[in-house]
């Protein structure tokens, strides 16, 4: 596995969840983290707990592409360059697709997709240089979609679609891209909007840092391999 001391990270959706226990995973090997997303609150909170020694953050809302870009002008202010981008931030919402209102599938589609070309457009000139990482978290919804989640399920089919396109496009720069797809993961993803806090079903998902680790294997590969697309589930969750 390759040292990833000294690596610098792009985290977008670094608040909570996956973000958030990928950035402690990364700044515990030795990386710097570059945290993004829309709850400055919440970033501060996790600057504060790493000690704020090799992290940098920005409150940013990846739908819009100026905010995406000032993240990375943190990075490059902070750290100079970048090694990798995480692109992590998503939202759902569960509901037929007659059902859900016209902002909320707006908001799906524009922080899902649109908020994940937006992040690896701005990454790809910084990564050119020297090469890195991109690993686009999509789903097993973007695998085969699932009743009451055809919006999301579409979404992250395109992020799936995005790795594959990237990968050609951009592997002879050096920089390789991954698209993850995790099952039911145990976080606030989709809170109040078809999960509540008191469900059962949480006991059987994956943990936000089972997801970390995984990410965190797929940068440590030594740089003669790559991986495409990588799904996973919880060992208790239904097939």
């Keep these: 596995m390759r040292d990833l001391q000294g690596k610098v990270a792009v985290i977008t959706g670094a ?5 958030a226990a990928t950035a402690r995973r990364l700044h515990a090997l030795g990386a710097s983290v570059v945290l993004g997303a829309r709850r400055g609150d919440r970033l501060k909170e996790l600057a ?17 592409p100026r905010q ?18 995480i692109a992590n931030a998503g939202v759902g919402a569960y509901g037929g697709i007659c059902d859900l209102s016209d902002t909320e599938i707006e908001e799906v589609v524009a922080t899902n997709l649109t908020g994940a070309i937006w992040s690896v457009r701005h990454a790809i000139p910084l990564l050119t240089a020297k090469g890195g ?40 720069k050096g920089i390789r891209v991954s698209a993850l ?21 949480l006991k059987t998902m994956m943990r936000a840092e089972d997801v970390a680790d995984s990410i965190v294997y797929v940068l440590g590969q030594p740089t003669s391999m790559r991986t495409l697309l990588w799904s996973m589930r919880s060992v208790m969750s239904e097939n």
Excluded at 15 to 19: A, F, L, N
Excluded at 48 to 64: F, H, K, P, T
Excluded at 149 to 164: D, I, N, Q
Excluded at 181 to 201: K, S, Y
């Design 133 to 172: 990482d991109i690993v686009l978290i999509s789903s097993v919804a973007g695998l085969r979609g699932r009743p009451d989640e055809a919006v999301y399920a579409a979404t992250k089919h395109g992020v799936v679609g995005l790795a594959g396109s990237l990968d050609r496009e951009l592997r002879s």
């Design 68 to 85: 995406v870009e000032d993240l990375f002008g943190v990075a490059v202010d902070a750290f100079r360059n970048i090694d990798c981008l």
């Design 48 to 64: 504060d707990e790493l000690g704020n020694e090799r992290v940098a953050w920005a409150e940013v809302d990846i739908r819009s």
């Design 181 to 201: 797809c995790p099952g039911a993961t145990d976080t606030e993803f989709a809170m109040g909007r078809g999960r509540l806090p008191d469900m059962p079903q």
């Design 15 to 19: 608040s909570s969840g996956i973000g």
